[in-house]
């Protein structure tokens, strides 16, 4: 039997022949800066990136637009409504991103009626808790300048592919996305990359 890890969820549910998949699942892309969906949207579909990246954040108490976290091929994101009536984002690609779509019922179905696909999923969940906690970790652990550097070294090592062609990842955000995710300011991020 495949291992989704080797090749990847949509064709272990092919080779397994799921019922329902053509239905409940879509292939998009999206252009740069296209949003997916919003911070007014409680219910959303849920995501899976195969080329391409995409920005998630939220609106602060005074408008403005926030980012907290990057994901990248390979990683799934979206259906908020299991986390509380509080809890709102949006997600927004920040370069062309080739998506699958997959409706929340069929893959919560998938997820309790498949133990492989389960623990798959968990897996996919402890590695995106892993990074939130790994970025909380530098803001505590680095000066502001130092984790700035940092945060920008490790993107640099991300390449994404969009479009056929190959991007490093520090290069599609902007300094406010950067401050947004060393929790430092978008004039300290400028000043620190500059002086590199």
Request: charged share 25%.
């Amino acid at each position: 039997m495949p291992k989704i890890s080797e090749i990847g969820l949509y064709n272990y549910l092919s080779w397994k022949q799921v019922p329902g998949l053509r239905e409940n699942v879509r292939l998009i892309t999206v252009k740069k800066g296209k949003q997916l969906y919003d911070t007014d949207q409680k219910y959303t579909d849920i995501y899976e990136i195969l080329s391409g990246a995409v920005k998630l954040g939220g609106i602060s108490c005074k408008g403005k637009e926030y980012i907290y976290e990057l994901v990248t091929p390979g990683e799934f994101f979206g259906n908020l409504a299991m986390l509380g009536d509080t809890f709102r984002e949006f997600g927004k690609a920040i370069v062309a991103t080739q998506l699958r779509v997959y409706k929340p019922a069929f893959f919560k179905h998938l997820m309790t009626h498949d133990p492989e696909v389960a623990a798959w999923c968990f897996e996919k969940i402890v590695y995106r808790w892993n990074k939130t906690e790994s970025m909380l970790a530098n803001i505590r652990s680095y000066e502001p300048r130092e984790r700035i550097q940092v945060l920008y070294n490790e993107l640099q090592k991300i390449k994404i592919i969009a479009s056929n062609r190959e991007i490093m990842m520090n290069r599609l955000l902007t300094l406010q996305d950067i401050a947004d995710l060393t929790g430092t300011t978008r004039q300290l991020a400028a000043e620190t990359i500059n002086a590199v």
